[in-house]
């Protein structure tokens, strides 16, 4: 493409998607953050006019409590995810790109919990922790297992994992498939080569298979970044950001994830605009991580 | 296959029928199936296309959120269900005054700003201390003497003493969990708003809007919810949805369940036969013999909606039509609001609360004057902490009269 | 590849043990699905009584005019194949221009594009509402309520990650076939379809199989985009009206996850087939 700097081609193949981008993101984006400048409620109070009240909903954002809890422990929550997808997922990945009889069968099964829902896989591991598990523990003849104190979504730290555990069962399979792929890419000469000079299978690991998928490991890295940061539908219907803990000297949801804390606030207080101001925040934030992830993943690469 | 799609996709957009009809949302999915029944029925007879919306329960939404929706898409239904003073406002200008509808003086339990009636009571709904009459008896636990602290203090040790005999896990079913924080900032907060006062005295509720606490009133309080904690299934109590909860109670393992009439259904479906009825909470030392009731929901209708006269009507029929009696209270299994209305739900639960209400003994249901955000993210915390005895009944008082001095503007 | 006898043995057994405490919760759905919703709490693990009432289940979804099974499932393979269809052209075709033209105008619009992926749903999900309405009002196109708005919403929605994952994998195909392609006289859209779109099946099938599996399963945007209750409905909002009251219908929603997964694992297992074959196609060029 040497022609001109712009060919036409270029804004031919562009066109629709960059239609669909500024029609369905672009302007609804700037029209929510706009709205988070005013005191907008989606509703039709008595004698309210939509009207600008500036930075007034990011202040009240600094007074309350709950929403530094939930940044905190979302940063808390991705980074546990991010080690549990990947570890996880990259080890599921090794397993079955070996010479398996059930290759496909086990690919398919690993894949399977991302098939389901977010809101309905939540129900199901609630009732799984809160009635198979203790019913399993009876059966076993570990009575403690039933037993009200250890249920594992009684207490916020343990419903905390309880959450890690449901999204790495739900994104392992997913963020396999990405693994399969980069491995398999690798030329199969070097492995050979590899193990013809007699490494170790951790050798081989260390010095062919984790380099060779270092660009699988950028996209990776940020896909779970992004989802663990952004997740809602799994905390509503595992914990709805229960049970409750103590911070700052008050009471509040203890495992209330940065999304539920918005959504809570924009449809559970009445308060969209609120909503909509800590949406913006979250944002930011997220963007500028992600920047940071990806800069260093970038860096990485190159040193390939 | 691409084209039969195409076909499909044409024939069904093409059918669109966009008759003037009416759009009913509410808030109520168990009665979906008979409300849409009764709906096509009377869709028939008077040739209006009436569409159900019910949303609410473990669908991820609430009524709250779709109708903000609906509102932003330009796509508000003409009836919509509102649940107090806090939605009301929330809806304020749209809806529609209703003082002028027949129904009005056939019943007292309207919804009414100012005066103005602006909703219609969709059912009369009452909630106690249920109890296992049969247990009860066996145990000697006269029912008669759950009115107070003191009396249910003695019942509960008695009943739990006897847990093996009566087959039970524990005396008490109860739910505090976070997505039970209904159950406990919205409904037992009832206890220290209402009980024993006389129906509609609000100067509890004014207090306390107006950050003042009689401590003594909520020391009794706290005793309450002390030994209603103490004495309930643990595992239920944390981690317990409504299911379990309700379940409990239902397949025979509680002798106590905290929750309203609108469990009769459930009761039908887990074929509890044993005698049940109401008894009062018994949250101060003072003798207490009512139950709460009221009409906790309204039907509004949208004031810009295009069949005012069709979704009036509706309305109209579902109190003076046969058909529609039949639908509220002998379908639905609601307990009527309207005077005019001779048939009563067979459910035991039901019979209960009309027993109550016609000797008037019953206290107002007075939480929606506190707004959903302050139940729902600073009282439920508060319960829930003090269910999974993270904290002391001391630091209950406390973080609970810290919450309500807050309240002071 | 060569391994030891053992070796392989032991990643199989190991293989099948994650393989079964993967799928365990689907059996207790299995299992729960015949039972009636009170037994299911209070007896979670036990086997059901009778198994039949699976079928009974599954035909009381069927015909519930509540949910709609047949029109809703119908609605669902209209939305999701046209969605996933405009998806894989138009991202493929993007990312290849903007892979292959290095300017600073192409590299912004495409971290603009990857930017957007961070974008919490919440910020848009009503001002997207307000908009389509506006749209509506003033030039009558009607994309709320409609299947055009619900594509359109998935296309926008989507195309960021499917442009993300395609990008990465063009830059990897070599210039000398374009120029080739260019020197024998091609069209820049005949250089595209012809050549680049075919090389890129391993990635058109996992991006067909991500995207299909997020716009299948959707509920939020659906919700808002077509609303409960009204003509259009897809399957996900169709099983919400399961989740009822605060009784969860564990009999019905365990069914309707059965009925509406059956047709993504069929499609998962052709496509994994075949992103495997072009796997190893690829590699081997």
Request: glycine share 8%; aromatic share 12%; net charge positive.
């Amino acid at each position: 493409m040497k022609k001109a700097k712009h060919p036409a081609i270029f804004w031919i193949f562009l066109l629709p998607v960059l239609f669909a981008f500024s029609l369905v993101i672009v302007v609804p984006f700037l029209l929510g953050v706009w709205y988070s400048f005013t005191n907008w409620s989606a509703t039709a109070r008595l004698g309210e006019t939509l009207r600008f009240i500036g930075l007034e909903n990011y202040a009240k954002i600094l007074k309350d409590p709950s929403f530094a809890y939930s940044f905190l422990l979302t940063v808390v929550y991705t980074i546990f995810n991010m080690v549990a997808i990947n570890v996880a997922s990259f080890s599921l990945a090794m397993l079955v790109t070996r010479s398996l009889k059930g290759k496909n069968v086990y690919r398919a099964g690993f894949f399977v919990p991302n098939l389901i829902g977010g809101l309905i896989l939540g129900y199901v591991w609630q009732f799984v922790f809160n009635n198979a598990v203790p019913s399993i523990g009876t059966a076993l003849g570990l009575a403690s297992w039933a037993q009200a104190e250890n249920l594992v979504l009684g207490k916020s730290v343990s419903a905390l994992i309880a959450l890690v555990i449901v999204s790495t069962w739900q994104y392992a399979g997913y963020i396999m498939v990405i693994y399969v792929a980069a491995i398999e890419n690798i030329p199969q000469e070097l492995i050979e080569a590899a193990q013809i000079d007699g490494a170790s299978p951790l050798r081989r690991l260390f010095a062919i298979t984790l380099p060779m998928t270092r660009q699988a490991f950028t996209i990776t890295l940020f896909l779970t970044l992004v989802n663990s940061f952004k997740q809602f539908d799994v905390n509503v219907s595992l914990t709805a950001g229960g049970p409750a803990t103590m911070f700052a000297g008050q009471p509040i949801l203890g495992t209330q994830l940065l999304a539920l804390n918005i959504y809570n606030q924009g449809f559970r207080s009445n308060d969209m605009a609120g909503g909509q101001a800590r949406a913006v925040v979250f944002f930011l934030v997220l963007t500028l991580v992600s920047i940071i992830q990806v800069s260093i993943n970038k860096k990485r690469e190159i040193e390939l | 296959m691409k084209k039969l799609l195409l076909a499909i996709a044409v024939a069904v957009i093409g059918t669109a029928a966009f008759a003037q009809g009416i759009t009913l949302a509410q808030g109520k999915p168990e009665i979906d199936a008979v409300l849409k029944a009764y709906a096509e029925a009377w869709s028939t007879a008077n040739k209006i296309p009436v569409t159900i919306k019910s949303v609410g329960g473990s669908s991820g939404t609430d009524l709250g959120t779709q109708l903000k929706a609906d509102l932003a898409a330009g796509d508000m239904p003409d009836i919509f269900g509102i649940n107090g003073l806090e939605d009301y406002k929330e809806w304020a200008a749209l809806v529609a005054d209703l003082s002028g509808e027949g129904w009005v003086k056939n019943t007292s339990v309207a919804f009414k700003v100012d005066g103005k009636v602006f909703g219609f009571p969709v059912a009369v709904e009452g909630w106690g201390m249920a109890y296992n009459a049969d247990m009860l008896k066996k145990v000697g636990v006269d029912p008669k003497t759950l009115v107070n602290y003191a009396g249910y203090k003695a019942a509960f040790e008695k009943l739990d003493k006897a847990k093996a005999t009566l087959g039970i896990k524990s005396v008490v079913s109860m739910a505090a969990a976070i997505d039970m924080g209904w159950v406990t900032a919205h409904h037992n907060f009832n206890s220290l708003l209402s009980n024993g006062l006389k129906y509609g005295d609000l100067s509890v509720v004014n207090s306390l809007l107006a950050g003042k606490v009689d401590a003594k009133r909520l020391s009794e309080y706290a005793d309450w919810v002390e030994l209603l904690f103490k004495y309930a299934d643990k595992a239920v109590l944390t981690t317990g949805n409504y299911d379990s909860q309700v379940g409990a109670f239902a397949t025979g393992q509680a002798a106590f369940l905290h929750q309203g009439n609108w469990t009769d259904p459930n009761m039908t479906q887990a074929n509890a036969t044993f005698k049940m009825a109401f008894a009062p909470h018994g949250s101060m030392a003072a003798k207490t013999d009512g139950i709460f009731v009221a009409a906790p929901s309204f039907y509004v209708i949208n004031k810009n909606s295009k069949s005012i006269a069709a979704a009036k009507k509706f309305l109209n029929d579902l109190v003076y039509t046969e058909a529609g009696n039949k639908y509220m209270v002998v379908d639905a299994g609601m307990i009527p609001a309207f005077s005019n209305v001779k048939l009563n739900p067979t459910g035991q639960l039901s019979k209960s609360v009309q027993e109550y209400a016609a000797s008037g003994k019953i206290y107002s249901w007075s939480q929606y004057y506190f707004t959903g955000d302050f139940r729902d993210k600073t009282l439920a915390p508060i319960y829930n902490q003090f269910a999974t005895g993270s904290i002391t009944k001391k630091q209950f008082v406390d973080l609970m009269t810290k919450a309500f001095v807050s309240l002071k503007k | 590849m060569k391994q030891k006898k053992s070796g392989l043995v032991a990643f199989e057994a190991l293989a099948v043990v994650l393989f079964v405490a993967f799928l365990f919760p689907f059996l207790i759905v299995l299992v729960n699905a015949a039972k009636a919703p009170f037994e299911i709490t209070q007896n979670p693990l036990s086997f059901p009584t009778e198994w039949g009432k699976i079928l009974a289940n599954i035909g009381t979804i069927w015909t519930s005019s509540n949910v709609r099974y047949g029109s809703s499932f119908l609605s669902s393979v209209l939305i999701t194949s046209l969605s996933l269809i405009f998806l894989n052209l138009l991202s493929s075709q993007a990312a290849w221009v903007l892979v292959r033209t290095k300017t600073k105008l192409s590299s912004g619009i495409f971290i603009l594009f990857v930017a957007a992926m961070v974008i919490p749903f919440q910020i848009v999900m009503f001002p997207l509402l307000t908009w389509f309405r506006e749209i509506a009002n003033v030039t009558g196109i009607r994309l709320l309520r409609s299947y055009a708005g619900i594509i359109v919403a998935y296309i926008g929605f989507g195309m960021s990650q499917s442009i993300f994952m395609f990008h990465g994998f063009i830059k990897s195909i070599p210039l000398e076939l374009e120029e080739a392609a260019i020197i024998d006289g091609c069209k820049p859209w005949e250089t595209f379809y012809k050549i680049i779109f075919p090389i890129l099946k391993p990635i058109h099938a996992t991006v067909l199989v991500l995207n299909g599996i997020w716009i299948w399963n959707d509920y939020l945007l659906p919700l808002l985009v077509l609303g409960k209750g009204n003509r259009i409905m897809t399957i996900p909002l169709a099983v919400s009206n399961f989740a009822g009251a605060y009784v969860k219908q564990w009999d019905l929603i365990m069914t309707a996850i059965l009925m509406a997964m059956i047709p993504i694992v069929v499609l998962f297992l052709f496509a994994q087939k075949y992103i495997i074959k072009g796997m190893v196609a690829g590699s081997i060029k």
